[in-house]
């Protein structure tokens, strides 16, 4: 990841900074399924003897242990790893037996890009170690367009080596372009639309109500029915699943969650619901002070979380005090299930707060995380100060 910090300085205090300095991985926000996203670009590896490959192996594991207790992504772009700085089959080796069963098991998906023979071959070699639910997991991918399908675009970082790669490969195609990059126009969003238009348009189009009706209906079922469930927010739901429900809100049709029996499915959907959002939940100007938190002395953070709150328009206000209150009361049940106001802070800082160029890089993760565990925690102090005249609350 990233080891700038929100000035562009250069953290040098990172335990893996002689690695993590390159940017080889990054974490972002989450794929369109609730799940974290980790990106790996070969490209980014310098030379061989200009790397340590046992820190770079160190340092990957230092990184995922932030997330493998949640579902994951892994996407591996492979452009770029040449003979002068491909690792060596027994790094790779060892690499797999250090990534044992905790690591394996919430990886959903890993997607190769632009795989190689070399990639290939490697994979006939590890076949015998490779579990075959491991290898079903495996997707390769041959042009970034068809990672659309499964990834939110705008939250990939793709270096500029792969994106021009990717272009010769389109062009080389007969016929020029790879036909599924051609997007189609975006039509224009249904009355009933809820998922991927603004807080304003949803309360012009349901007689002025100020929390969203995805909201509302999402957080009232798990109000009754997922407080005590163990890792709520963490994990994800089937794929089919969740694109029927979006459908089903976007339509205006009635959805019942009971009939799903899973509990993850409103879990999913309430997030997926604030990721889409064209602009974040605490908007884009307050990006950067929030960013800032880190720098303000631990015993003044939770007035500073309340000064920024106050600048929030007060449409946004409501709907976030709504979402705060409900996740205040999930972390007050948190001996059973196991969502403390840190770990929710995990899962919901990137829904809530996002540049409006760029995604979200893992320097940026932690101040967001604290702004938003300060949030849950102290959310009576927080939101003390402003009592909007049609307040709602959970």
Same mark, same amino acid.
């Given at each position: %990841?990233?080891?700038?910090?929100?000035?562009?300085? #250069?953290?040098?205090?990172?335990?893996?900074?002689?690695?993590?300095?390159?940017?080889?991985?990054?974490?972002?926000?989450?794929?369109?399924?609730? @799940?974290?996203?980790?990106?790996?670009?070969?490209?980014?590896?310098?030379?061989?003897?200009?790397?340590?490959?046992?820190?770079?192996?160190?340092?990957?594991?230092?990184?995922?242990?932030?997330?493998?207790?949640?579902?994951?992504?892994?996407?591996?772009?492979?452009?770029?790893?040449?003979?002068?700085?491909?690792?060596?089959?027994?790094?790779?080796?060892?690499?797999? @037996?250090?990534?044992?069963?905790?690591?394996?098991?919430?990886?959903?998906?890993?997607?190769?890009?632009?795989?190689?023979? +070399?990639?290939?071959?490697?994979?006939?070699?590890?076949?015998?170690?490779?579990?075959?639910?491991? %290898?079903?997991?495996?997707?390769?991918?041959?042009?970034?367009?068809?990672?659309?399908?499964?990834?939110?675009?705008?939250?990939?970082?793709?270096?500029?080596?792969?994106?021009?790669?990717?272009?010769?490969?389109?062009?080389?195609?007969? %016929?020029?372009?790879?036909?599924?990059?051609?997007?189609?126009?975006?039509?224009?969003?249904?009355?009933?639309?809820?998922?991927?238009?603004?807080?304003?348009?949803?309360?012009?189009?349901?007689?002025?109500?100020?929390?969203?009706?995805?909201?509302?209906?999402?957080?009232?079922?798990?109000?009754?029915?997922?407080?005590?469930?163990?890792?709520?927010?963490?994990?994800?739901?089937?794929? #089919?699943?969740?694109?029927?429900?979006?459908?089903?809100? *976007?339509?205006?049709?009635?959805?019942? +969650?009971? #009939?799903?029996?899973?509990?993850?499915?409103?879990? $999913?959907?309430?997030?997926?619901?604030?990721?889409?959002?064209?602009?974040?939940?605490?908007?884009?100007?307050?990006?950067?002070?929030?960013?800032?938190? $880190?720098?303000?002395?631990?015993?003044?953070?939770?007035?500073?979380?309340?000064?920024?709150?106050?600048?929030?328009?007060?449409?946004?206000?409501?709907?976030?005090?709504?979402?705060?209150?409900?996740?205040?009361?999930?972390?007050?049940?948190?001996?059973? *299930?196991?969502?403390?106001?840190?770990?929710?802070?995990? $899962?919901?800082?990137?829904?809530?707060?996002?540049?409006?160029?760029?995604?979200?890089?893992?320097?940026?993760?932690?101040?967001?995380?604290?702004?938003?565990?300060?949030?849950?925690?102290?959310?009576?102090?927080?939101?003390?100060?402003?009592?909007? #005249?049609?307040? $709602?609350?959970?």
């Amino acid at each position: %990841g990233s080891t700038r910090d929100p000035t562009g300085n #250069q953290d040098t205090s990172h335990p893996y900074y002689d690695v993590a300095r390159h940017g080889i991985l990054q974490v972002t926000g989450d794929d369109n399924y609730g @799940r974290k996203l980790v990106i790996f670009s070969s490209c980014l590896m310098p030379p061989s003897h200009q790397l340590n490959h046992h820190h770079l192996l160190q340092y990957l594991m230092y990184t995922l242990d932030q997330y493998v207790e949640s579902d994951y992504t892994v996407v591996y772009f492979h452009h770029g790893l040449r003979s002068c700085n491909k690792p060596s089959l027994h790094w790779l080796r060892n690499a797999y @037996r250090e990534f044992d069963r905790k690591y394996k098991k919430n990886l959903k998906a890993l997607y190769v890009v632009h795989p190689t023979n +070399f990639i290939r071959i490697i994979w006939n070699i590890f076949q015998p170690l490779i579990s075959h639910k491991f %290898g079903k997991k495996l997707t390769y991918v041959n042009y970034l367009s068809e990672l659309r399908d499964h990834l939110s675009w705008d939250q990939l970082i793709i270096p500029p080596d792969v994106l021009r790669h990717d272009e010769r490969l389109q062009a080389a195609q007969k %016929g020029g372009l790879h036909p599924s990059s051609k997007t189609p126009p975006p039509r224009p969003p249904l009355p009933t639309q809820q998922f991927g238009v603004s807080l304003q348009y949803i309360a012009e189009k349901n007689q002025g109500v100020m929390i969203p009706p995805v909201m509302s209906q999402t957080v009232a079922y798990l109000k009754d029915n997922g407080l005590q469930t163990e890792g709520i927010f963490r994990r994800s739901a089937r794929v #089919q699943l969740i694109k029927d429900v979006q459908k089903l809100y *976007n339509q205006g049709k009635p959805v019942m +969650f009971e #009939q799903y029996g899973d509990i993850h499915v409103p879990a $999913v959907i309430l997030k997926t619901f604030l990721r889409e959002l064209p602009e974040p939940l605490l908007t884009f100007p307050l990006y950067h002070q929030i960013q800032d938190v $880190v720098r303000v002395e631990s015993s003044l953070r939770v007035t500073t979380c309340k000064h920024i709150l106050e600048r929030l328009p007060e449409h946004n206000y409501m709907v976030l005090k709504y979402l705060l209150c409900f996740l205040n009361m999930v972390s007050q049940q948190s001996i059973i *299930n196991k969502m403390s106001p840190s770990n929710l802070a995990c $899962v919901f800082g990137v829904n809530l707060s996002w540049p409006s160029q760029g995604s979200v890089s893992l320097t940026s993760l932690t101040p967001l995380n604290i702004f938003t565990e300060i949030l849950i925690e102290h959310y009576h102090t927080v939101f003390s100060s402003r009592c909007p #005249q049609a307040e $709602v609350l959970p």
